[in-house]
């Protein structure tokens, strides 16, 4: 940590700036059990497939959101932390081929694939593959090399490519950016692009954007974390760009993730759930803006989302922290909206024409139309609103060196609950298996509990004094998983996979094999 500045208070500072590149796993990993053996399983996989030695291993963890959820893609900062289950890709170029062949250490699982070389190769949306992951990283990584070094630009060349995750999929822990992540380092590296070169924010950019590919209108926060993470401290992650500080959290305070084992799959529910909380949200946000004096066309220009609105309703209400603007938009927006009346309110424009470039909004709106789908806008605003403030707070707390740590664990706890209040109640992406573990938690002692993620299923996270931990996990298997163990959905063996303390781990980072 000696390359870290103090940023304005003791406590906080920012993370390195590029991509290390390790030659001794015992760098990489401080804590990572059954480690020589992974390794040694992922190089007799590229021996098997390919024969040889992979030129490089790039990985990239998942991570828990402790505060700010669907708010990253409104512009707003959040507050999560790297976990130790990570993606690991191994690559080789391989001159003189003409493919991209994708393989994965569980071939059962997860089937090899060939792709072309073509940077601008169509994602295949409608047939989802767990390889789309890599064709979004590898044409994701040719964008990024265009925009930094647009005379260089290295020429396609074969690629072979072995993946091992341990990131459980749709769980709200984020598998996805650890793919993506590690996929792109892999890619950039293969081309001949040093570490020194690799600039972690850059790269979490273009990870965002090529993650899209896949079908989600997301956020830059999953890739920004898994990125730029550090061991021992979760990161306040801001936007536009993007940008970390490192968060020390209050000393005692554990954090346990709990799978709800109800699965999340959001590519394939994106249009019904999260890229329908993208459209609602801008839509929020544009008749706001309208209400607060803009015309439709300066609406449907300047605003693309809440964070937008800020300077107008500044002017209205003299301030624009995230109660006034809840309260703004309590006083300024009705509860539901078909979408004839967003329409006819926009001056007759269809939304149609509107989202015509986002083919995920696309999907949504049509989706919603079918359904008769009628926006609760007010309660999607006051959510994002009221969340981005919590965030803010969340930091407060963590930095405030005057308070006592029990005190500040309480805080933060409260806020924890807020937001998983704020999740289920105004933003619907909640359900029966989260809410119920939350309630589980809670009586257990957590002194706050809440979904982490997009939701609608995965995990929860829950914070735990240190010496609370050991009971607090006997209390959740009673309650929650024996059942289910009883119930045969999970083998005995497989428990700690599903619940279990963890640990702030460092982002991104590449191997080098001896
Ligand atoms: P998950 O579901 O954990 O991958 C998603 C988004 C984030 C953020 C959260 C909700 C992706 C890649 N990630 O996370 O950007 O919006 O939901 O806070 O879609
Ligand atoms: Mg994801």
């Not at 990985?59 to 990253?72: M, Y």
Request: charged share 20%; glycine share 10%; hydrophobic share 40%.
């Amino acid at each position: 940590v000696d390359d870290m500045k103090s940023e304005g208070t003791a406590l906080s500072f920012k993370p390195s700036p590029t991509v290390p590149l390790f030659t001794d796993l015992m760098d990489v990993y401080t804590d990572s059990p059954g480690l020589e053996d992974r390794f040694t399983q992922i190089a007799t996989a590229f021996e098997l497939a390919y024969g040889g030695k992979p030129g490089v291993y790039a990985r990239a963890p998942g991570r828990v959101n402790l505060i700010g959820e669907h708010i990253d893609y409104e512009g707003y900062g959040v507050l999560p932390m790297a976990i130790r289950q990570d993606t690991v890709v191994a690559i080789r170029a391989a001159p003189g081929t003409d493919k991209l062949v994708v393989g994965n250490v569980e071939a059962a699982k997860y089937p090899t694939l060939e792709f072309g070389l073509d940077p601008e190769q169509p994602v295949d949306v409608a047939n989802h593959s767990w390889a789309n992951y890599f064709v979004s990283a590898y044409k994701g990584a040719f964008e990024l090399l265009k925009s930094s070094r647009p005379d260089s630009v290295p020429e396609p060349v074969g690629l072979q490519v072995i993946v091992h995750g341990q990131v459980p999929t749709g769980s709200g822990l984020s598998s996805s950016a650890a793919i993506v992540c590690s996929s792109m380092l892999a890619v950039l590296s293969a081309l001949g692009v040093p570490p020194s070169e690799l600039d972690k924010a850059a790269v979490a950019e273009a990870a965002c954007k090529a993650e899209r590919y896949v079908g989600v209108t997301s956020g830059g926060m999953d890739q920004a974390i898994s990125m730029m993470g550090q061991q021992g401290v979760a990161m306040h992650v801001e936007f536009n760009p993007v940008r970390g500080v490192c968060v020390v959290l209050p000393e005692g305070a554990t954090f346990v993730i709990a799978n709800s084992m109800a699965v999340s799959n959001k590519a394939e529910t994106a249009p019904k759930r999260y890229n329908l909380r993208v459209v609602e949200c801008r839509l929020a946000a544009v008749l706001l803006a309208m209400k607060l004096g803009l015309n439709a066309e300066e609406a449907l220009e300047k605003i693309r989302t809440l964070r937008d609105v800020e300077p107008l309703i500044a002017e209205k209400y003299g301030a624009a922290d995230g109660a006034t603007c809840a309260n703004a938009v309590s006083e300024q927006l009705g509860e539901q909206y078909g979408i004839a009346e967003i329409e006819e309110a926009l001056g007759g424009r269809k939304l149609g024409d509107l989202f015509a470039c986002e083919p995920g909004s696309l999907r949504a709106l049509a989706v919603a139309e079918a359904d008769k789908y009628s926006f609760p806008l007010k309660k999607r605003a006051v959510h994002v609103y009221s969340e981005a403030q919590r965030v803010l707070e969340f930091r407060t707390v963590c930095e405030d060196a005057s308070l006592p740590s029990s005190e500040r664990l309480e805080k933060l706890g409260g806020l924890m609950n807020d937001s998983h209040g704020s999740c289920a109640d105004l933003y619907g992406c909640s359900c029966d298996e989260l809410d119920e573990l939350v309630a589980i938690a809670r009586g257990a002692g957590a002194l706050g509990a809440r979904l982490t993620g997009a939701g609608w299923g995965g995990c929860t996270v829950s914070l735990i004094r240190e010496e609370d931990v050991e009971g607090f996990l006997a209390a959740l298997r009673d309650k929650y998983f024996k059942a289910r163990v009883e119930g045969g959905t999970i083998a005995a063996d497989q428990l700690p996979e599903f619940f279990f303390a963890t640990k702030p781990s460092s982002g991104a980072a590449l191997l080098k094999p001896d």
